[in-house]
């Protein structure tokens, strides 16, 4: 089928309240021309040079998903054009997001990544970091980030009950602070669900799903 096609199915699937992000990485600009043809406004990429290539060559409404594992020494390359950050895993990220974010007098979307993997591979804090980095002085001072919900990635595993419970955590953890509102800070977004575990992740709660080999095919 064609990536069209496959977008059609997916979308079609969808509650019209959850937002498809079309993971991207690797896959070449004509795919996501593709894609972008049949819609699809929204990308995901998990390394930053190649999403700022991308960026430089593809229409200029693309919203850029920053999906992957982000290193401080790589963030003042896409605060010009990204659109939503889904990993921040650690203060020193949110440090620098907002430092560089300043220089460009820009606002940043980030979501806090939670792990609720059972692999120690997977980055993110646990819920009492969350609680300590919420109500801290230093959090509530940043004026260059705005943190719009939370983002996590189940245990590669078969286990739909485990899956299905790492989900069901976070899902947690976002209604725990849906209700808390600061300057730079409102639960909106929960992103969870790849291409083998989103429609769990949708009936879990996700309003957000990260899906690429079922769009563009397997790597």
């Not at 040079?49 to 790589?74: A, V």
């Not at 939503?84 to 949110?94: N, W």
Request: with cysteine; proline share 2%.
């Amino acid at each position: 089928m064609s990536i069209a096609q496959n977008l059609q199915n997916i979308l079609a699937e969808l509650p019209t309240e959850v937002t498809l992000v079309a993971v991207s990485k690797t896959k070449p600009v004509g795919d996501i021309l593709q894609a972008y043809q049949a819609g699809q406004r929204i990308f995901g990429e998990n390394k930053v040079q190649e999403m700022t290539d991308k960026y430089e060559q593809l229409p200029k409404d693309i919203q850029w998903h920053m999906i992957g594992h982000l290193q401080t020494n790589k963030v003042k390359y896409l605060i010009p054009y990204v659109s939503l950050i889904h990993g921040v895993d650690s203060l020193k990220l949110l440090q620098e997001i907002n430092r560089q974010a300043a220089r460009f007098d820009k606002k940043i979307n980030c979501l806090i990544q939670v792990h609720i993997a059972q692999e120690e591979t997977k980055f993110g804090f646990d819920a009492a970091e969350i609680e300590r980095l919420l109500h801290s002085d230093e959090f509530k001072s940043f004026q260059n980030i705005q943190v719009s919900g939370f983002m996590g990635m189940a245990t590669f595993t078969d286990n739909q009950s485990q899956i299905k419970a790492e989900f069901t955590a976070l899902k947690n953890i976002f209604d725990q602070y849906k209700n808390l509102i600061l300057p730079n800070f409102k639960a909106e977004i929960l992103s969870m669900g790849m291409s083998g575990d989103y429609a769990l992740a949708v009936q879990c709660g996700s309003n957000m799903v990260r899906i690429g080999s079922s769009i563009f095919g397997t790597r």
